[in-house]
Nanobody, 125 residues
Framework: QVQLVESGGGLVQPGGSLRLSCATS????????MGWYRQAPGKQRELVTT???????NYADSVKGRFTISRDNAKNTVYLQMNSLKAEDTAVYYC???????????????????WGQGTQVTVSS
């Protein structure tokens, strides 16, 4: 299976910034839409932002103007720059890809709806 590895989480004070990264493993050929979701304790997982292979983005209203998603297609990596962080941003952040093509040996595989293990973001004074 394909593995997505998130990094960059941590503890930050309100108003601070963090930059999250999501890297793929093994021989990846292409990824369609990549996105970030988050889940706070006792709450449902929610969409934060997505970016298509062509660079089109969308954001949840709660993060517009503060968060920026970007991707490096050559590295098959997606980033989330988080500025002006608030206490309500505290959650585990998960990377997601809707469609990914990769080689395992000499065989090309297609995978759908893959998730990373998550990285903790805590915003507290």
């Amino acid at each position: 299976q394909v593995q997505l590895v998130e990094s960059g989480g941590g503890l930050v004070q309100p108003g601070g910034s963090l930059r999250l990264s999501c890297a793929t493993s093994r021989k990846v050929v292409s990824i369609n839409t990549m996105g970030w979701y988050r889940q706070a304790p006792g709450k449902q997982r929610e969409l934060v932002t997505t970016i298509t292979s062509g660079g089109s983005t969308n954001y949840a209203d709660s993060v517009k103007g503060r968060f920026t998603i970007s991707r490096d297609n050559a590295k098959n990596t997606v980033y989330l720059q988080m500025n002006s962080l608030k206490a309500e941003d505290t959650a585990v952040y998960y990377c997601n890809v809707d469609l990914i093509k990769y080689y395992s040996g000499y065989i090309l595989y297609t995978g759908r709806d893959y998730w990373g293990q998550g990285t903790q973001v805590t915003v507290s004074s």
